[in-house]
T-cell receptor, first 118, second 112 residues
């Protein structure tokens, strides 16, 4: 099993450009998440998908859109990139959403995408 | 919403010593507290978690304690080794239709 995979690993954009970050998991998980990680701020939730066909906003959704393409894939799109979106982006998945505290709620993270917006 | 504070932001210990990282949370309804380890260039990985019906949990050299009255929980690493060097994040969740709120991270360096 590859677990959670993300592409690309690195990306440099100019202000106003658009791009899509790809995420896929092969663990048959139901829930998937996108976080951003900034120095001194920990991980902040951008969007999540509790199950295939559903998506919801997290803590910092402005400037982003998501698509749960199927059970395996969850993409994050920046329509018009801004320097404030320079960050490391992590995708994660869990068997269940956080409606509970069982081991099925453990979130598995991908290796991250380092995005720089000039 | 939930707010999680984590201290210290950096911690340097000698190999073999113990390390303690502390977190406080604000939402008394939180009942799930995981700890993640993030190695350089990788995503966070769950190393231990605790639920509010227990006060302490151990797994070999790592342990987590929870004080619900004071709303704080701590990670304890004994007999530290160089491979323990990483960034550690605490998090909290109410578990029901709620998100994980992460602390700001602690960079642990274990020196020889």
């Amino acid at each position: 099993n590859a677990g959670v995979t993300q592409t690309p690993k690195f990306q440099v954009l100019k202000t106003g450009q658009s791009m899509t970050l790809q995420c896929a998991q092969d663990m048959n998980h139901n829930s998937m998440y996108w976080y951003r990680q900034d120095p001194g701020m920990g991980l902040r939730l951008i969007y999540y998908s509790a199950s295939e066909g559903t998506t919801d906003k997290g803590e910092v959704p402005n400037g982003y859109n998501v698509s749960r393409l199927n059970k395996r894939e969850f993409s994050l799109r920046l329509e018009s990139a801004a320097p404030s979106q320079t960050s490391v982006y992590f995708c994660a998945s869990s068997l269940k959403g956080w409606g509970g505290t069982s081991p099925a709620n453990e979130q598995f993270f991908g290796p991250g995408t380092r995005l720089t917006v000039l | 919403g939930e707010n999680v504070e984590q201290h210290p932001s950096t911690l340097s210990v000698q190999e073999g010593d113990s390390a303690v990282i502390k977190c406080t949370y604000s939402d008394s309804a939180s009942n799930y507290f995981p700890w993640y380890k993030q190695e350089l260039g990788k995503g966070p990985q769950l190393i231990i978690d605790i639920r509010s019906n227990v006060g302490e949990k151990k797994d070999q050299r790592i342990a987590v304690t929870l004080n619900k009255t004071a709303k704080h929980f701590s990670l304890h690493i004994t007999e530290t080794q160089p491979e323990d060097s990483a960034v550690y994040f605490c998090a909290a969740s109410t578990g029901t239709a709620s998100k994980l709120t992460f602390g700001t991270g602690t960079r642990l360096q274990v020196t020889l």
